[in-house]
């Protein structure tokens, strides 16, 4: 049996890793991550561990999805075979190389062939150890009776090193030179020739590491003088393969990918009018937002830019009304009102993770920290019982964090987002208009957001919800989850008011009934009734800072040198609305304290700074604060964050220095007074009308993609509009538009041919953007180079 994790890595690079299962060889992790992706990459690969306490963990096996071929995995659960890792086939980064072939004239008259190899640079070379390499190429020539091989010089920590070293090889025999003959190489040979450039990592003492390789034939230069590209690193001939390939296993992956060029503002004035015009359309499933959801083949990615482009807006609460009103018309039982997952209880779920983050944080953190770092046992299904644990003492553990945790949520309508409390207000109202009979629904319908799918989830996974920075353990997890049950059916109005709750198993059945007393009936009705009101609330919570981020990373020491070594320290660093601070460890005393007011800028230092990757500086009123990451989606997620937290800060800089100062001068324009202005202008900075973590822009450009994905579902909508407005008698065919909701034939008519005009006309700067983009990016350049050989 193996306590196995997996890895999320952009080529060599992890960006993310699952929780440990232990003791299985069938591990079941459910983990969902979601990332930007900063930079260019190869493939998205996972590696699958067995974790080792002594030792280095051990590498089972591993899935790599080349970039190109993403787009056919995405959106749909795929089991992909586990391939064997070996330093061969673990490449990455791309080489520019020139070559030339020269004619060279004897002082005896003879005429010699040279072929001239420049060796000029390498690019994104992988980190070894998770420290830049220190590379060097081998250049061959080899043919079927030759291998002639050179070397360069080792450059030490980078991971782009600047090689500019030529190389000359004899490519024909010396033949006689006549003032008739003419230069030209033999056929024969230039098919047999290929030059070969293997990258390797320099391991002193160590064996060293291969990097890659790349293997380019000769006769590329038949019909030029020189030929020079960009070409991508390739893993050994063998790479891949073995004699006997053994059965790894499989890996299960659910993976969605999306590639967006976001236009200038202009362009999406038409398609977001129509969009946000959606709350005001009668019916609302003649909206655009509507058919939006309607037409996409998964709702939640109609969902997520719908809801941020609509929030951002104060559009989502009167969208949200709408569409739930046209869920309650289908709801005929009371009991399972909004508990399907149709488009208003999706947009809510995602409305709630986006405005509700603080929320939890002051709420929920306290507790669930508390209970993560204790290591008591509240297990009470007899079956799961440990040799030694006592039943009645876990029944007490688990009831006290119950307790602790509900009286936590009952007393925190106060902090509860005004966002939210709107639209529990419009839920409550339109449940009891539509069971006036019933007097729990009002409290039903608002507890089936707030307990059902705010706070039990959050308290089952907290990671998912950054309440937590690791995964808990399996025994934590399994207390996590019977909290989040009772507290989920404590929360559920209609439970408490029977005298049976829900619970299948029998052993939570007789745990509940501790909490079958008229107070907790009370606490949760007051509760309900002071999230859905709409009485002006005085919060405490304005005068809080808002939690952005937190996580763990590297600082260098401010102010302070070591002699023979740069002063770099493990630190905890949390971000809030009002303070970047880090901390020794997370929960202490900040050692370090920058007011975001403070801030003047936020960019990327350059690697050559420290010879370490995944760097950004932190620009404020004292010294600059050197941070490095741990990865380069890390990096970007805290650059992008600070940069909005303090973007209408007064006196941000307009140019910067991309390199640390360091020995009397700045690195990269060798001034030497520490003051000296920017040698470089600042990264654009958001517009100050952005909300934090909203682009619009962005969020538009995704529903533009998902409309012209969905544009045969579209054309059948519209189809479907005709039909039903034709033929007005009874529908003996509804197959045709049985899966659509159309209310209003003749507005949702009107609303698809807007949809399509306006889709048209953010075709054409895309198809330009497109043509130029090819054209720019030749075959063979950075930013498109070669894979594999060239004939």
Not at 336 to 358: P, Y
Request: glycine fraction near 4%; include cysteine; hydrophobic fraction near 35%.
């Amino acid at each position: 049996m193996r306590d196995c994790f997996c890895t999320i890595n952009l080529d060599q690079e992890e960006v993310y890793r699952t929780q440990v299962v232990e003791k299985s060889l069938s591990p079941f992790f459910s983990e969902e991550f979601y990332f930007e992706i900063p930079r260019t990459f190869q493939y998205l690969s996972f590696y699958v561990y067995d974790k080792n306490v002594l030792q280095r963990d051990l590498r089972i096996g591993k899935v790599a999805i080349k970039k190109e071929d993403l787009c056919n995995h995405s959106g749909r659960e795929t089991w992909f075979s586990l391939q064997p890792i070996d330093s061969n086939s673990e490449v990455q980064g791309k080489v520019h190389l020139e070559l030339k072939l020269n004619e060279l004239i004897t002082e005896n008259g003879t005429v010699c062939q040279q072929l001239v190899v420049h060796v000029k640079a390498c690019h994104g070379l992988p980190l070894i150890n998770g420290q830049s390499c220190d590379p060097y190429a081998t250049v061959s020539l080899v043919g079927p009776s030759r291998n002639d091989q050179k070397k360069t010089k080792v450059k030490k920590k980078t991971s782009n090193p600047q090689f500019n070293e030529i190389f000359y090889f004899e490519v024909t025999r010396s033949s006689s030179y006549t003032r008739k003959s003419q230069f030209q190489v033999e056929e024969e040979d230039i098919e047999k020739l290929e030059i070969r450039i293997d990258l390797w990592n320099n391991g002193n003492l160590v064996q060293d590491v291969f990097l890659g390789e790349i293997k380019v034939p000769v006769n590329v230069l038949r019909n030029d003088a020189s030929h020079q590209a960009w070409y991508l690193l390739q893993p050994r001939d063998n790479g891949n393969k073995s004699s006997k390939t053994d059965d790894l296993g499989s890996l299960r992956l659910n993976i969605c990918y999306t590639e967006d060029y976001v236009l200038p503002s202009e362009y999406y004035g038409p398609l977001k009018t129509l969009l946000l015009k959606s709350p005001d359309v009668q019916p609302i499933s003649a909206s655009a937002a509507y058919i939006l959801g309607e037409i996409c083949r998964d709702k939640n990615d109609a969902v997520l830019p719908l809801v941020r482009l609509l929030l951002h807006h104060d559009k989502l609460v009167p969208f949200a009304t709408a569409v739930a009103e046209l869920d309650l018309k289908d709801t005929q039982d009371a009991n399972t009102i909004f508990r399907g997952n149709s488009l208003a209880t999706r947009c809510l779920d995602e409305m709630m993770k986006i405005v509700g983050r603080h929320y939890l944080k002051v709420t929920l953190k306290p507790i669930l920290d508390e209970i993560c770092e204790s290591s008591k046992s509240c297990e009470i299904d007899p079956i799961k019982l440990k040799e030694g644990d006592n039943v009645e003492n876990n029944k007490e553990n688990l009831r006290y964090y119950v307790d602790k945790l509900f009286s936590t949520i009952v007393k925190s309508s106060m902090s509860c987002p005004t966002v939210m409390c709107d639209i529990f207000y419009s839920l409550r109202q339109m449940a009891t208009q539509r069971f006036p009979n019933d007097p729990h629904v009002q409290y039903s319908a608002v507890s089936s957001f707030v307990f059902l799918r705010f706070f039990a989830v959050a308290v089952v996974s907290p990671h998912t919800f950054h309440l937590r920075p690791h995964h808990p353990d399996p025994q934590t997890i399994r207390t996590l989850t019977l909290i989040s049950k009772t507290i989920q059916t404590l929360g559920s109005w209609g439970s408490l008011s029977k005298s049976k709750s829900s619970f299948k198993e029998t052993f939570m059945c007789e745990f509940f009934k501790m909490f079958q007393e008229e107070g907790y009936i009370m606490a949760v009705k007051k509760f309900l009734d002071e999230i859905s009101s709409t009485e002006t609330k005085v919060s405490s919570g304005t005068s809080e800072p808002v939690h952005l981020k937190e996580g763990e990373m590297y600082k260098r020491a401010q102010g302070r040198t070591r002699i023979g070594k740069k002063n770099f320290k493990k630190r905890w660093f949390c971000l809030t609305s009002r303070e970047l601070t880090y901390h020794r460890q997370p929960g202490k005393d900040a050692i370090y304290t920058i007011p975001v007011k403070n801030i003047l800028a936020v960019e990327k230092l350059e690697e050559s700074s420290f010879n370490k990757k995944n760097m950004f500086q932190v620009i404020h009123t004292e010294k600059p604060l050197y941070v490095q990451a741990n990865n380069c989606v890390e990096a970007n997620e805290w650059i992008d964050v600070l940069c909005r937290v303090s973007r209408c800060n007064q006196n941000r800089l307009s140019s910067y220095h991309p390199s640390a100062y360091l020995n009397g001068n700045w690195l990269c324009c060798l001034e030497t007074s520490e003051n000296a202005l920017g040698c470089k202008p600042c990264t654009a900075g958001v517009p100050a009308d952005i909300q934090i973590d909203i682009d619009e822009d962005r969020e538009t450009e995704r529903i533009y993609s998902l409309f012209t994905l969905s544009l045969l579902k579209l054309q059948k909508m519209e189809e479907a509009c005709g039909t039903i407005a034709v033929y007005q008698g009874p529908q003996k065919e509804p197959d045709d538009y049985s899966n659509f909701v159309i209310e209003d034939s003749v507005t949702t008519f009107k609303t698809i041919q807007q949809i399509k005009s306006v889709v048209e006309k953010l075709d054409e700067p895309h198809e330009k953007y497109r043509k130029k983009r090819s054209s720019s990016a030749k075959y063979g350049s950075k930013e498109n180079p070669i894979i594999g050989k060239t004939f």
